[in-house]
């Protein structure tokens, strides 16, 4: 089966301590993977993808096709990181669709 | 800019009433989703669609039905609505192939 998993439902740091959400998939072929983040009463929104290789508002994401990770970090917590992330995987579907597949989601919170 | 508009913020109804929720995106994507995000239980796949009349059911079918007539509308029905659909409800449209999503703002429905 195509899945993501996000094992920390919570995730709390203090401000200017380092950030690692963990996202773990199950893919057969290779897999498009995102981060969506979703601040409080705005719309879930892209973070970043793996193909792009950027960095977002401080956020990095390196696929490990070893370990079938794509976890998020940064160096550097702020309090506007505090946040619902979402890993997601694009799974193939019919009419040569794809569809974003989620994970559980980890609500991190940056303490002042 | 890509702009998916929910028709609703929030919606209350009563049990056994046929709700509908409606979504409009402008950038002339071919599929379109429709989401229920619960806490602790991530986003999970209702129906999608990858062209006008084409529907596909997700991970949670039961209870609800979708239409699309034309290619910019999508949108949930709930038969007969019950207090276990109280939830958000988001709808995402994207491009074919490996591209991100693109979310509305969310409809929170509450059935009482």
Known sequence: AQ?????????????????????????????????????????????LRHISRESIKGFTADLNKGETSFHLKKPFAQEEDSAMYYCALNRGASGGSYIPTFGRGTSLIVHP | ???????????????????????????????????????????????????????????????????????ERFSLILESASTNQTSMYLCASKTTGYTEAFFGQGTRLTVV
């Open chain 1, 3 to 47: 899945r993501v998993t996000q094992p920390e439902k919570l995730l709390s740091v203090f401000k200017g301590a380092p950030v690692e959400l963990k996202c773990n998939y199950s893919y057969s072929g290779s897999p498009e993977l995102f981060w969506y983040v979703q601040y409080s009463r705005q719309r879930l929104q892209l973070l």
């Open chain 2, 1 to 71: 800019d890509v702009k998916v508009t929910q028709s609703s913020r929030y919606l209350v109804k009563r049990t056994g009433e046929k709700v509908f929720l409606e979504c409009v995106q402008d950038m002339d994507h071919e599929n379109m989703f429709w989401y229920r995000q619960d806490p602790g239980l991530g986003l999970r796949l209702i129906y999608f669609s990858y062209d006008v009349k084409m529907k596909e059911k997700g991970d949670i079918p039961e209870g609800y039905s979708v239409s699309r007539e034309k290619k």
